[in-house]
């Protein structure tokens, strides 16, 4: 009774290991799509609204789930706030408000990339700069969906391969 009572708990193990590393694909993809809408938000009110930088990221954070809403609207707040501090070091700060979001630390490097670029006075730059980063997160989040619908299958058959196996091989 209790060997199958720890088979089960090894099976169901293996299984639910597979079954995570599926939902984390999953969670990349769809944090990169709340970040393509992020910066889509960003550059409209920019553009239609003639919103200052500082003011655009609070409207817009606001409007998407966290932790991207959270990450734009208390960055707002502190550009609104903080004058004194540069603006990329008030960016680093509030990177780590992204923590778990699924996200690969190429993705990271590619937002911590867009905070050094993005600081320019003038608007048409800072639209262009939105533009282009924006299709960048659409390309990896597209990417993303691919190897989702590959990799995930094969994520939850391998964990059940491998229970079976541990189950087999125990018993």
Request: proline share 2%; aromatic share 10%.
């Amino acid at each position: 009774m209790l060997k199958a009572l720890g088979m089960a708990c090894l099976f169901l193990g293996c299984f639910f290991w597979g079954f995570n590393k599926s939902l984390l694909l999953k969670g990349r993809i769809t944090a990169l799509t709340e970040l393509q809408k992020l910066l889509n938000l960003i550059c409209g009110e920019i553009r239609c609204g003639h919103t200052p930088l500082p003011e655009a990221f609070l409207l817009s954070g606001r409007k998407v789930r966290a932790p991207f809403g959270r990450f734009a609207s208390e960055l707002g707040e502190s550009l609104l706030k903080e004058e004194k501090k540069p603006f990329v070091d008030l960016w680093e700060e509030k990177l780590s408000l992204l923590g778990r979001t699924g996200l690969l630390s190429e993705d990271l490097d590619l937002i911590r990339e867009l905070g050094g670029r993005i600081q320019s006075v003038d608007v048409g730059i800072q639209l262009e700069v939105l533009k282009f980063y924006e299709e960048m997160a659409g390309g990896r989040a597209k990417k993303a969906g691919e190897e989702y619908t590959v990799k995930a299958r094969m994520y939850r058959y391998l964990g059940v391969l491998f229970g079976l196996f541990v189950v087999i091989l125990l018993f």
